[in-house]
């Protein structure tokens, strides 16, 4: 009897120490920090939740570990992870402030502007790069230097997306800008602009037009020839001076010599706008002249020495 006793106190001395806490995998195994812990991986850790296992991934990447590793560290641990889902590694993503190739190309833009003292566009060589940096890091990106030729507008810099990362490098292309007025809203044919109709848009200097129209002054109180797209450069052709005499319009034509004035007449052979020159039809002797147009439905003849009735 004593034999047995002892028997089986010697069998219980030498039994593994089973852990009293199962836990489960968690099913988003997504973290911030630069470590992984046990409390990164199971739900309900308790204390054993602090445990470090492995160095996180770099921001927004990923890492794997064996699941015998995980399982191993668990057990040292006293927990219990029975792997019913039969994984064969843990994938462990690390979140990430993501800095967009958009976000890159403005901070460039800024830079260029500071050191050339004009605007550009700056088009990324890689137009899906983006750059991680840690959710809790400190500190901006930081452009640790630039390059930039005018005359090929080739661009390359090198960046920190934050304190302590090591340095990317970006290529690309600047281009200059420059800012030009354009029609805030759709305007109709034959309609006058105003100054509320002024917007302004950035457009790459060697993509502007020999005719665009630069000067907003040159566009309000002016008429549109036709319709014209809000936001798009306007052209001389596109505009002109607001119409005092329509075609087909009756006026009154003035020839004015020393100590004589004449008045016939006449139908406008065109639109025409006050001060331009227009053909018109003398009603009376069915004669084309030239006419300069002096307000709505008046004209004057005489202003060339040629001019006749």
Do not use: K
Request: with cysteine; net charge negative.
């Amino acid at each position: 009897m004593i034999r047995s006793t002892l028997l089986a106190l010697t069998c219980l001395a030498t039994a593994p120490a089973f852990a009293g806490e199962p836990v489960v995998l968690r099913e988003s195994l997504t973290i911030e920090g630069a470590q992984v812990t046990l409390g990164d991986l199971f739900e309900d850790a308790g204390e054993a939740g602090d445990t470090v296992i492995a160095r996180a991934p770099a921001p927004g990447q990923r890492t794997s570990l064996n699941v015998e590793y995980v399982r191993r560290l668990a057990a040292e641990n006293d927990l219990v992870w029975a792997n019913a889902g039969g994984m064969r590694r843990v994938t462990i993503t690390r979140a990430s402030r993501v800095i967009t190739g958009d976000v890159l190309a403005d901070i460039l833009e800024g830079e260029l502007f500071m050191n050339e003292g004009v605007r550009h566009e700056v088009r990324l060589a890689n137009t899906a790069l983006a750059v991680h940096a840690p959710v809790d890091s400190f500190g901006g990106l930081e452009v640790l230097s630039l390059n930039y030729d005018p005359r090929s507008s080739m661009l390359a810099a090198e960046i920190r997306p934050y304190d302590g990362a090591e340095t990317v490098r970006i290529t690309g292309r600047a281009y200059q800008t420059m800012e030009i007025p354009v029609l805030a809203r759709l305007v109709s044919a034959g309609e006058e602009i105003t100054a509320n109709d002024i917007d302004w848009i950035s457009v790459r200097a060697d993509r502007v037009r020999p005719d665009a129209v630069l000067n907003p002054d040159d566009i309000i109180g002016m008429e549109s020839r036709r319709a014209l797209r809000a936001g798009e450069p306007l052209r001389n052709y596109d505009l002109q001076m607001p119409v005092v005499i329509a075609r087909g319009e009756t006026v009154t034509l003035i020839f004015d010599a020393p100590g004589i004035q004449l008045t016939v007449r006449a139908r406008a052979l065109e639109d025409v706008a006050d001060g331009e020159v227009a053909r018109f039809v003398n009603l009376q002797s069915n004669r084309t002249v030239e006419a300069l147009a002096d307000g709505p439905g008046r004209g004057r003849v005489g202003f060339t020495s040629t001019a006749s009735f």
